[in-house]
């Protein structure tokens, strides 16, 4: 039931005769009354400049302070990682990865030079291989030639 329907019902029965048992002639028969509130609607008022300047701050407000806390929050993160890493240096740690690093990168450099070791030979022999090549049809054309005259 709607909010209107059902206080109009309300209205309507509490303002309605009494009928009672006791009664034998029934009332005046008189149209009850509602009592309600006229109703009205209008249109809503335009918002001011000042008002919609207000809004529009009062929004930049609240999206300027929300970043400012995730600034703070990140900036604590931030805080405790360099503590967390000055410990780490202060414990001794740091120099033990460093040197693990340290180890890892010369072991790295150690298995490319030998690559590359292996690919300079590789294309040292092609090398010799295309020059002989080179070298015996060469001499198969200078044989040619001199065979023609």
């Known amino acids: 039931m709607s909010f209107l329907s059902e206080l109009t019902f309300r209205r309507v029965a509490t303002a309605a005769p009494r009928l009672s ?3 034998v002639a029934p009332r005046a028969a008189a149209t009850p009354t509602i009592h309600s509130r006229f109703l ?4 809503p008022r335009a918002k001011t400049v000042a008002e919609t300047a207000k809004d529009t701050l ?3 407000d609240r999206a300027v302070s929300d970043k400012l806390v995730d600034g703070i929050n990140v900036g604590s993160a931030m805080a405790n ?7 780490d240096i202060a414990d001794g740690k740091a120099t033990g990865k460093a040197e693990q690093l340290r180890n ?3 072991a790295k450099r150690n298995e490319l030079k030998r690559d ?3 690919k300079g030979q590789e294309y040292k022999e ?3 291989d295309t020059a002989n090549k080179a070298a015996d049809k060469t001499k198969q054309a200078a044989d040619e030639v001199k065979s023609r005259m």
């Open 21 to 23: 048992a006791f009664s």
């Open 40 to 43: 009205s609607s209008s249109a």
């Open 58 to 60: 009062k929004s930049v």
């Open 81 to 87: 990682k360099v503590k967390e890493a000055s410990q």
């Open 104 to 106: 890892e990168a010369a």
């Open 116 to 118: 590359a070791q292996a």
């Open 126 to 128: 092609a090398a010799k």
